[in-house]
């Protein structure tokens, strides 16, 4: 059996209870957090954060592009 994976670009319109509602309705067993831009970097590593409190662990957190930061979550 296949973990689903779940890839979402953080963006400016993202929030936290956006995100857990798409988690609610996806399942996802692997999360993949990605910024859209340099100006979402610290949104994108709260929302994680918080994700990590909530039932998900960090398998992965790296910068990429030179810029732009993305976080592996899966479900514990």
């Known amino acids: 059996m296949s973990t ?3 890839k979402v670009v953080i963006t400016k319109k993202h929030t936290l209870i956006k995100i857990n509602s798409i988690i609610d309705s996806k399942h996802p ?5 990605e910024s859209s831009s340099p100006d979402n970097n610290l949104k994108t590593q709260f929302i994680a954060q918080n994700l990590m409190k909530n ?3 960090s398998d992965k957190m790296k910068h990429y592009k030179g810029e732009l930061f993305k976080v592996i979550l899966s479900q514990k």
Do not use: N, P, V
């Open 4 to 6: 689903k994976s779940l």
């Open 29 to 33: 067993g692997i999360l993949i957090l």
């Open 55 to 57: 039932g998900f662990k």
